[in-house]
């Protein structure tokens, strides 16, 4: 009888200083160079087919199944890891720190060697597989899109036949080692908002003699935060919020244009297009009413992530098999924060659910949380991300 998980902790010295490596050197976007090196070293001796990226420096590599009863055409699934970083200067007293001005700051160092890990414990047990598992080493997540560039590389077929299911794990600071998921809508829809107020550009001193673009701003920026409250429907709910303000580069010079950037979190087209609708009508009337223009660019990223209802509930319940009912739990609530695995749900019926990494030797306050510069995360839960993605790999499969 297999023990995934036994077999996983015997990984995990190797796996652990892996993840460190990642984290002490990260990369940023869809260009990871030293990141895709260290994947393919990682998984050299492993017989798997790989292919790289042409859009991006991707890995695919297919690990193929030898189960006496393997047909001509097996199914594929697909596990997905992503590997770049945020541009963020970290600021943990970690041995492993990275000091080159980015930061593994969401985990992403561990979702690539847990898909190593993984692939492990497969080709480990390849004669128990029924098909085939495509692994995904992507990069490019952290707003670049990596997920579609792959998909048009072909990452979905890349077993010979469309995977007939997809499986990817995040952590984050909760509680360690427990999963969280929910069918249906799991995460947000990500999009950017742009608003640039055009004036009149003047001296500090005389602001009569110019239109001063950034009363217009400021209000606009307040405005927003009230339009969520008014015009949103309760019930579908919406996160807007502003990041990013520039104006003039003096402090005694009253921009031509001042503008603003938002991050906005959306759960239905509805919601979606009611922001973008009111956004624009309230920036362009806010700034008419000081003299001045606005041009408003409204982006969508990534769409709302949709767990796979029947998927779902097949994963709950081999998680529970796997790691005993007190461990998995099945939120009520979807989170707000967006993920580009959203593109793969569209294309493939599948499951996403988070993994509590938390610290239990340090307080809860001085662990930060995922996009902070503090963060930090308990290593030793690559075990259960290993153990979690080979199982529902083979589970699925037979």
Request: aromatic share 4%.
């Amino acid at each position: 009888m297999r023990d995934l998980l036994a077999e996983a902790a015997v990984l995990l010295p190797d796996l652990t200083a892996l993840r460190r490596d990642f984290h002490a050197h990260p990369e940023v976007g869809l260009d990871l160079p030293r990141t895709q090196a260290a994947v393919l070293e990682a998984i050299a001796d492993l017989d798997v087919e790989v292919t790289t990226g042409t859009g991006t420096t991707s890995v695919v590599a297919v690990l193929r199944g030898t189960h006496p009863d393997r047909g001509a055409d097996a199914p594929a699934v697909l596990l997905r890891g992503d590997m770049d970083a945020l541009p963020l200067t970290e600021a943990t007293a970690e041995p492993f720190a990275a000091t080159n001005g980015a930061m593994h700051a969401c985990g992403h160092d561990l979702h690539t060697a847990g898909l190593v890990g993984a692939l492990r414990l497969l080709a480990a047990h390849r004669d128990e597989l029924r098909g085939d598992v495509v692994a995904m080493f992507q990069p490019g997540e952290e707003g670049f899109n990596g997920a579609s560039v792959m998909i048009d590389e072909g990452v979905l077929d890349a077993a010979g036949s469309r995977a007939i299911a997809a499986f990817g794990v995040h952590v984050n600071t909760s509680e360690r080692g427990i999963v969280s998921t929910k069918p249906g809508t799991l995460q947000a829809g990500s999009s950017v908002l742009q608003v640039t107020v055009h004036g009149r550009g003047g001296h500090g001193s005389q602001p009569t003699q110019a239109v001063d673009p950034v009363p217009a701003l400021a209000e606009i920026v307040t405005g927003l935060q009230t339009m969520v409250t008014r015009r949103v429907d309760l019930f579908d709910p919406v996160v807007l919020t502003v990041t990013q303000l520039s104006g003039s580069e003096a402090v005694n010079i009253i921009p031509e244009q001042a503008s603003l950037g938002a991050t906005v979190r959306t759960l239905s087209q509805a919601s979606l297009e009611t922001v973008r609708d009111q956004a624009t009508q309230l920036a362009t009337g806010i700034a008419a009413a000081h003299g001045c223009t606005a041009e408003v660019d409204f982006e969508v990223q990534y769409p709302v992530t949709v767990n796979d209802a029947a998927e779902t509930a097949w994963a709950v319940d081999r998680l529970r098999d796997l790691l005993g009912d007190d461990r998995v739990q099945v939120v009520a609530q979807p989170i707000m924060a967006s993920e580009d695995f959203s593109f793969v749900l569209a294309e493939v019926p599948g499951t996403y659910m988070m993994l509590g990494a938390g610290r239990t030797d340090v307080p809860a306050e001085q662990q930060g949380d995922n996009h902070s510069p503090f963060v930090i995360f308990d290593d030793t839960v690559l075990t259960e991300q290993a153990a979690i993605l080979s199982h529902l790999a083979i589970t699925r499969l037979a």
